[in-house]
């Protein structure tokens, strides 16, 4: 019960990821993402060590397609997982387990993938991939994050006993450095979609000043300050 | 302003970085911890390629001291950074940066390092150390949160006039693996280190669960099944 957009921009390079779940804390199983190298991510049932192990594959040349070779043959419950692969060109493959549960599948388009299980049917991953690809010009978070709301709002995830709300979600993007341009996260929460896009606009507007401290120190103003200056109704209590 | 811990756990080996600040969503910018390296935190004025290129360097075989003289020498804004560097066998490396706001300070201990800005005073380290060492039996992950809650308890950030809140903060444990094995975040919150035991307390009662089904899928109940037990019976 799980629903992903895994995409590069084919603008700038980036490689992003957008997830929301019912699990609680999903950010910590989102380390597939590196810069210029690849973005892959293994959900379902986890088998944790595919994401590094895939990222080192992608970095020694390996193709998306062969990564995936790789770790079927390497995961005896291979068929218990749902896996992207997207490499640093775009070129994208991902795998649906038959043991996966649910409303299980995926939908590539060129350089992003939509990928869930536990889902309520085939028009969610759809829906996802169809709110990535509606504004190819806006900044790559910001198609990740109409995904995900697209996938939200086509119905998201559905268990036995009816619809599963999301509890935790991510955002993720790498530029050029090897930390993560953004990542930002939403761990317990009954609305975690909702709360996630709640986080990201208030984040929004420190972004630019965080990056400017570090880089720029001598010419930084104190944060409580930095704070003053924002819209009075975005001002902290 | 930020208050931050380092530490390894003696027993077990891991590693680990517990954090609280003022910014927002600071446990995207928490990636210098690697099992079976090291550990490596630049705040304050943060240069971000601290942090990965710390971790190279300790990969590389350099002692924590010698990193932090290589950070030095690779940053012309030195002075406006607060860095604490652990290697996977306990050697430390600190430094605060003239140039950090505030009452800004480290304090070094067996296996961890204290270190934050813009506090209102020692005592929040001082509370941080007690706090890490006060139950060395208890999985490095509560130690952290121990660290975290008494740092808060002792006034946090501040100065002598105005306290300010946490507002984001986050605890990251590295065991063997190249995965985290805790990983947990309050991205945006008025209280956040309240709200971070919250969710470490509800994280850690599906850890096993999570952990188990990913390596033993086909004997894995379905998540609602686990939740709804988890209301019938709470764990202990």
Not at chain 1, 54 to 78: K, S, Y
Not at chain 1, 177 to 186: C, G, H, M, N, S
Not at chain 2, 27 to 56: L, M, S, W, Y
């Amino acid at each position: 019960m799980t629903y992903t957009i895994l995409a590069r921009c084919p603008r700038t390079g980036q490689m992003g990821l957008g997830i929301a779940t019912y699990s609680i804390g999903v950010g910590l199983y989102c380390n597939g993402l590196r810069s210029r190298k690849g973005a892959t991510m293994t959900q379902a049932f986890v088998n944790q060590g595919n994401n590094p192990f895939a990222l080192r594959l992608l970095t020694m040349g390996f193709t998306p397609t062969h990564v995936l070779r790789e770790l079927q043959r390497n995961d005896p419950d291979h068929e218990y997982r749902q896996i992207g692969v997207i490499d640093r060109e775009g070129n994208a493959v991902a795998y649906s387990g038959p043991k996966t549960r649910g409303w299980s599948g995926h939908r590539i388009a060129p350089g992003a993938i939509a990928m869930g299980n536990v889902l309520a049917g085939e028009h969610v991953v759809d829906a996802i991939l169809s709110g990535f690809t509606a504004s190819p010009d806006a900044i790559l978070e910001h198609r990740l994050l109409a995904a995900l709301e697209a996938g939200r709002d086509a119905g998201g995830q559905l268990g036995n006993d009816g619809h599963l709300t999301e509890r935790s979600a991510a955002i993720i993007v790498y530029d050029d450095a090897d930390y993560a341009e953004l990542d930002i996260r939403v761990d317990l929460h009954d609305h975690a979609v909702d709360e996630l896009r709640r986080n990201y606009e208030e984040y929004a507007l420190y972004r630019g000043y965080y990056t400017e401290r570090g880089k720029n120190p001598a010419a930084a103003i104190p944060q409580h300050e930095f704070v003053r200056t924002l819209p009075v109704g975005e001002q902290p209590a | 302003m930020t208050y931050s811990i380092i530490a390894r756990c003696a027993r077990t080996g891991r590693l680990g970085l517990g954090i609280a600040t003022y910014s927002l969503v600071v446990g995207g910018r928490c990636e210098g911890v690697a099992a079976n390296i090291g550990i490596c935190k630049t705040q304050a004025f943060p240069n971000r390629h601290n942090d990965p290129f710390a971790i190279k360097l300790l990969a590389d075989g350099y002692l924590p001291a010698r990193v932090m003289e290589i950070l030095a020498a690779n940053d012309p804004q030195h002075e406006y950074r607060q860095i604490a560097i652990m290697d996977r066998e306990g050697r430390i490396a600190a430094h605060t940066g003239p140039r950090t706001r505030g009452w800004s300070g480290h304090l070094l201990n067996t296996d961890c390092v204290a270190f934050g800005n813009g506090l209102v005073g020692e005592q929040v380290l001082t509370g941080m150390i007690e706090g890490f060492l006060a139950d060395p039996a208890t999985p490095l992950e509560y130690r952290l949160m121990h660290a975290l809650e008494a740092g808060r308890d002792a006034g946090g950030q501040g100065d002598a006039t105005t306290h300010r809140t946490e507002r984001s903060a986050a605890i990251k444990v590295v065991d063997r693996n190249d995965y985290p094995d805790i990983d947990v975040r309050v991205d945006v919150h008025p209280i956040a280190v309240d709200r971070l035991r919250e969710v470490l307390d509800e994280y850690k009662k599906y850890e096993i669960f999570y952990r188990d089904r990913g390596r033993n899928p086909s004997q894995a109940i379905p998540q609602d099944v686990f939740v709804a037990g988890l209301k019938a019976a709470p764990p202990k």
